[in-house]
């Protein structure tokens, strides 16, 4: 009886543990003061890295807020953290705080309510974010309902090298032509890879005549059918890619120096400032320019989220809130440091902090918002999880 | 006998054959000399009495010092010396670190250093307590070993073919020396050799092992 | 007083310390390979995992991957070793070879193959240095030489690594078995110098390396870094397909992830058993060999073809060393310029902070286990001595057993177990999992000199009136001080090395130098991986150096240790 009293008195103060309220924002700040934030993010690219240290940097200055990026190669990495915690029985200080996701990650761990929230729309920040004009109330079709906040719009671009490959092609199939004829240039990440699955969607978005078909779920009925055409464009594009498909590069950022020893003389990528970014830090030559497709290409927003076991909600709010501030998202436009879109409003903002986006010179190889024109919408998902396993089984294992 | 070193039925056996049997005893002052071919077992026999046997020999008899039966006694606690024919001077120690590794604890740090700076002299190497144990010659070497065991004050002193490694010359003017100063501090000398001028040397009475 | 108490468990410490995580590891990959996760929800038995693994199109390629890719390496390694030593050992020019190839013995394998990957790719140096004026290519070939999907390239690296390895373990074995009389005798009796060698030293020499050349083989069969860097993708490696499962959002992934890791066991016994019948089999015609009687007309071309693959390996991993030092400091370097237009500290600036923060945690994990390593090699060896015990042929089998289970078998079920118990988070479980690694490699360092040191030292030290902790630490240490830093400058190079247990144990919450700079692989940032892959090798390199200085200086004076 007497342990049943020790064990009594040790749950009391878990059970009264009260989760952070984002509606009252005093609370979350003085609560935040002092917090170590595990930011699970993608660490293959050093420009995100030092963005990220910058974040941190000033979070610790203004809020007390320690942030540690925790470098991963795959942002399902810290899903798998995330849910074999939750199986452990981890429910209160878990390994990661933050997150940097979006699409089928999101999605699953919405699913499975491993996310805290709702809180993004309660983030002080959110009334300057445009959300009526980006894509930043559904992510990937599926509906965000504050479980995530945006910090940066991506939209595919392709990369040319202009000294070997002088002239733009328009969509995927002149794309699979230039291909034919100049074999050997040109490849994509290998899925599972974000972008390389991107890049099979893009195809399929741009060859499909109604890619509406793509907004709802793939089912077992419609998936053969309406990804036939995509193979068959592979079955043509692939004897032409580098390496004849026998090997893939393993991420956007693989590509570059591919194209800079003039290995490959179009690649794909989806931050159109990255290749003026890397122009900037010698990864790319300075004729190195960017387009978008006729018709358009997909465009998504990219998110930050809360696990519903962080030990930290209140500093990842913070930082979150930190995210979508002008100061930070004039930075992370700037191509000298990381090159991405701003998800703010720009009539939302006040005329100083519009000049801080004025004033930046978005480089050579970058193109205007007007000039990246129409922003395709993500396909369902569940596309995308098909479309990787599809691939995989098909040019993922040597034939 | 409680004065010197006495075997007292000592009979060693390796892995249940016989090594040796031996039952002698040694007064202060005098030595005891064993002489036999390679391999009789003379070194086993000068391990068990420094406490060092390996034990995959089984040993029945004991060893007694001034009366004191020490047969079970850690190495450290025998007071008893050992000279072997290479000087095993520690070479990461200066000479006089060595001979101060030897002096019994306690004392002031003068003390020590008197003490040390006697020994040296006591075997006209007066000035060499900071050198290099490596840079001396051999015969200088068994002069600093011998003093580091007497240092330590024994009760007694064995002694493992001491002498094997000198030349003629430098042979018998160690071996006087290390005579001499086991007679003048009364202590009772084992010696294991091969070598009869030794032997004769050595003066006192000569056991010959053989093969069991 | 309190080593005393302490010192008889030292031993039994030693071996949990060594044996408790593969044997642990090992229950938490068979629990869920059956189906049983109850973490997940899932109790088994089932035999659902090995159908789904079964099922995976890749799984024929990746096992014949990691078979062809193992056995090719550590037979092409272990060739060229014994061939160089048969053929040179003695001479100035294997003294040459020897000192050219210890120092690349602690050089990470994750740099060796960085380093071979920015050398040997179509727009790698070679390419850059011939081109265009003796090829004409003004654009590197599209040829699939790195990540080629035969392992041709991954094979190359393990090798080049392997050499320096299987030749300092060759030579040390020489040294503890009297070889020169019988191969004057050989030579006396007509045989050529690397024929002599072959049919009369060679046999005493293997008995003693047969089980470091296990260890290469288990290790050629299992390595994920290697297998990241120059290994191929469509498949991957079973072992680095195992990594990819593990960390697959989807739960029950895990289960197929510990059946595939049960098949890489079953793999790499296989292996074992083939590589014991094949030893078997070398002997029976070795025998016969021996009996004919041929005196080795083909030596000198054979003996000359070994020490030129034997020197290659060394130039390649110093090359590479090299190439990775130039893109650290490269500013725009495109193809088939041999130099970047302009160097830079740029990159090294960018990744300062960064190269901070990885260099101290590898320092401290490096260095704490170390010195636990130590501390319990010196404490079981000390036990040895003092209570007269001699490690037997099966104690030896134990040494090496956590070096022959393949990694990738047993670390991921360790994270499942640690996960379970909520130890899983942080330095102190990596530190664990690395003593693992280390321990055997430090024993195996320092227990030749620590035996071989002469005992009578301890019997005049304890005559004197010294106690045995005394004699311990008073003598027979600072005596061994080079030994004792050389095994701890191995130590410390072992734990820097460390890939997979730093990323699956430490949850990617601790990084070191090898987690960042593979973790670089795949973004491709060549300067980034300049960086990181030179940084990763000075910190497994300058323990050595300091293992080498420091006694020099503490015994500048004291001419009896100079070789000690």
Not at chain 1, 317 to 346: C, H, K, W
Not at chain 3, 249 to 257: F, I, S, W
Not at chain 3, 293 to 307: E, H, Q
Request: hydrophobic share 50%; charged share 15%; net charge negative.
């Amino acid at each position: 009886m007497k342990y049943l009293g020790i064990l009594a008195a040790l749950c009391v103060p878990i059970a009264s543990y009260a989760e952070p309220n984002p509606a009252d924002w005093d609370a979350v700040r003085e609560g935040a003061t002092g917090q170590t934030v595990y930011w699970n993010a993608w660490g293959g690219s050093t420009t995100t890295n030092d963005f990220l240290a910058w974040v941190g940097k000033r979070v610790a200055e203004d809020y007390g807020v320690t942030l540690e990026h925790v470098k991963l190669t795959d942002t399902a990495d810290a899903v798998t953290r995330v849910l074999s915690e939750k199986q452990a029985g981890e429910d209160d200080d878990g390994a990661i705080d933050m997150i940097w996701i979006n699409g089928s990650n999101f999605a699953a761990m919405k699913d499975a309510d491993l996310l805290f929230g709702p809180y993004a729309e309660q983030l002080p920040n959110w009334a300057i974010v445009d959300s009526a004009g980006k894509s930043v109330q559904t992510d990937f079709t599926v509906p965000i309902e504050g479980y995530e906040s945006p910090w940066a719009m991506a939209q595919v671009v392709f990369v040319h090298d202009t000294a070997d490959m002088p002239e733009r092609v328009g969509s995927m199939e002149a794309l699979l032509e230039w291909a034919q004829a100049n074999p050997g240039r040109f490849s994509y990440p290998q899925p599972p890879d974000f972008l390389g699955t991107t890049f099979l969607k893009q195809v399929l978005v741009d060859i499909l005549p109604d890619p509406l078909v793509l907004a709802a779920p793939a089912t077992d009925e419609n998936y053969e059918e309406v990804t036939a055409p995509l193979w068959a464009y592979l079955e043509e594009l692939t004897p032409n890619l580098w390496r004849e498909g026998k090997a893939y590069p393993a991420t956007g950022t693989a590509m570059f120096p591919l194209i800079a020893d003039g290995e490959l003389d179009l690649s794909i990528s989806f931050s159109p400032g990255a290749a003026s970014t890397a122009i900037a830090n010698f990864e790319l030559p300075d004729t190195v320019r960017t387009f978008v497709l006729d018709q358009g290409t997909i465009g998504n927003a990219s998110f930050v989220a809360i696990p519903y076991n962080s030990g930290s909600k209140e500093g990842a709010m913070v930082v979150a809130n930190f995210l979508m501030s002008p100061e930070a998202q004039a930075r992370a436009q700037d191509p000298a440091i990381l090159g991405y879109g701003t998800v703010l409003d720009m009539a939302a903002i006040s005329a100083e902090e519009r000049a801080m986006f004025d004033g930046l010179d978005l480089g050579i190889a970058t193109l205007t918002p007007a000039e990246l024109g129409t922003v395709l919408a993500e396909p369902h998902p569940s596309w995308a999880v098909r479309l990787a396993d599809d691939w995989a089984s098909r040019y993922g294992v040597a034939q | 006998m409680d004065n010197g070193l006495e075997l007292r039925d000592v009979r060693i056996t390796k892995d249940g054959a016989p090594l040796l049997e031996v039952s002698r005893a040694v007064s202060s002052g005098e030595v005891l000399t064993i002489m036999g071919p390679s391999g009789v077992g003379k070194s086993t026999l000068l391990a068990f009495v420094t406490g060092t046997l390996s034990s995959s020999f089984e040993v029945t008899g004991g060893v007694f010092l001034n009366g004191e039966d020490i047969t079970d006694a850690p190495p450290h606690q025998r007071r008893v010396g050992i000279l072997f024919q290479d000087d095993l001077l520690f070479p990461h120690l200066s000479v006089g670190q060595n001979l101060a590794f030897g002096l019994q604890a306690g004392g002031s740090a003068a003390s020590r250093r008197d003490r040390v700076v006697a020994a040296l002299s006591e075997v006209g190497l007066e000035g060499y307590a900071d050198r290099d144990p490596a840079t001396l010659s051999g015969g200088q070497k068994a002069r600093v070993a011998l003093m580091r065991m007497l240092l330590s004050e024994p009760c007694a002193l064995l002694l493992d073919e001491p002498f094997s490694r000198l030349d003629a010359a430098l042979r018998a003017q160690v071996r006087d020396l290390v005579f001499a100063r086991a007679r003048a501090r009364s202590l009772p000398v084992l010696m294991v050799t091969h070598d009869k001028e030794d032997a004769s040397a050595a003066g006192g009475e000569i056991v010959t092992l053989t093969p069991i | 007083m309190k080593s005393r108490r302490l010192l008889p468990f030292l031993p039994a410490l030693t071996l949990l310390a060594m044996l408790g995580p593969v044997i642990a590891g090992l229950y938490g990959t068979v629990m869920p390979a059956f189906g049983h996760l109850p973490a997940a929800g899932l109790t088994g038995p089932s035999l659902d995992p090995f159908r789904e693994i079964l099922a995976w199109q890749g799984l024929p390629r990746a096992m014949w991957l990691s078979i062809s890719v193992g056995f090719i390496s550590t037979l092409l390694a272990f060739t060229i070793v014994a061939l160089v030593v048969a053929g040179w050992s003695g001479t100035r020019v294997f003294r040459v070879l020897e000192g050219a190839l210890s120092p690349l013995l602690s050089v990470p394998h994750a740099a060796a193959a960085f380093g071979l990957a920015f050398l040997i790719a179509p727009s790698g140096w070679i390419a850059r240095i011939i081109s265009p004026t003796l090829t004409g290519w003004d654009r590197p070939l599209d040829l699939l030489i790195v990540q080629d999907p035969w392992g041709v390239s991954m094979m190359a690296g393990l090798v080049i690594k392997e050499i320096p390895f299987l030749l300092l373990i060759t030579l040390a074995a020489l040294g503890q078995i009297d070889t020169r009389r019988s191969h004057a005798i050989s030579q006396a009796l007509g045989y050529g110098r690397l024929t002599g060698w072959l049919k009369t030293v060679f046999p005493l020499v293997y008995m003693q390396i047969r089980l470091p050349v296990y260890v290469v083989l288990a290790y050629a069969m299992s390595v994920v870094d290697v297998a990241v860097i120059l290994g191929p993708n469509t498949p991957p490696t079973l072992s680095v397909q195992i990594v990819k499962l593990m960390s697959d959002p989807d739960l029950t992934m895990r289960l197929q992830a510990a059946a595939a890791a049960l098949v890489q066991l079953a793999l790499v016994v296989f292996a074992l058993v083939v590589w014991r019948v094949g030893e078997i089999g070398v002997a029976w015609f070795g025998m016969r060999w021996v009996a004919r009687g041929k005196r080795g007309k083909f030596d000198p071309i054979v003996g000359k073809f070994a020490l030129f693959a034997g020197a290659t390996s060394a130039i390649a991993i110093a090359l590479g060393l090299a190439v990775l030092c130039v893109w650290s400091f490269a500013g725009f370097w495109g193809f088939p310029d041999a130099l970047p237009e302009q160097l830079t500290l740029r990159n090294w600036m960018r990744h300062s902070s960064g190269i901070n923060q990885a260099l101290c945690e590898t320092a401290m994990i490096a260095v704490v286990v170390t010195l636990v390593a130590l501390l319990l090699t010196i404490g079981c060896l000390e036990v040895e001595h003092r209570h007269g015990l001699r490690v037997s042929t099966r104690g030896m089998w134990l040494l090496y057993l956590p070096l022959l289970v393949p990694q990738t078998a047993f670390l991921p079920g360790l994270q499942t177990l640690l996960l379970n118990i909520g130890a899983d988070v942080g330095r102190l479980p990596v530190m664990f999992a690395h003593l693992v690694f280390v321990l055997p490699y430090v024993f195996l360092s320092l227990s030749d000199p620590f035996r071989a040191w002469d005992k009578r030292n301890s019997t005049v030290a304890a005559a004197l009136g010294a106690s045995p902790d005394r004699v311990l630490w008073r003598v027979r240490l600072p005596m061994l001080l080079r030994p004792i830093l050389t095994a701890g400058a191995v130590g410390i190079a072992v734990s820097v090395g460390q890939y997979l247990p730093t990323l699956l144990i430490g949850g990617g919450r601790v990084e070191t130098l090898t987690t960042e700079a593979v973790a670089l692989a795949s973004g491709g940032d060549r300067r980034a991986i300049g960086v990181f892959g030179l940084m990763q090798t000075a910190a497994a390199l300058v323990p050595f150096a300091i293992a080498l200085f420091v006694p020099a200086i503490v015994w500048r004076n004291r001419r009896g240790l100079k070789n000690g």
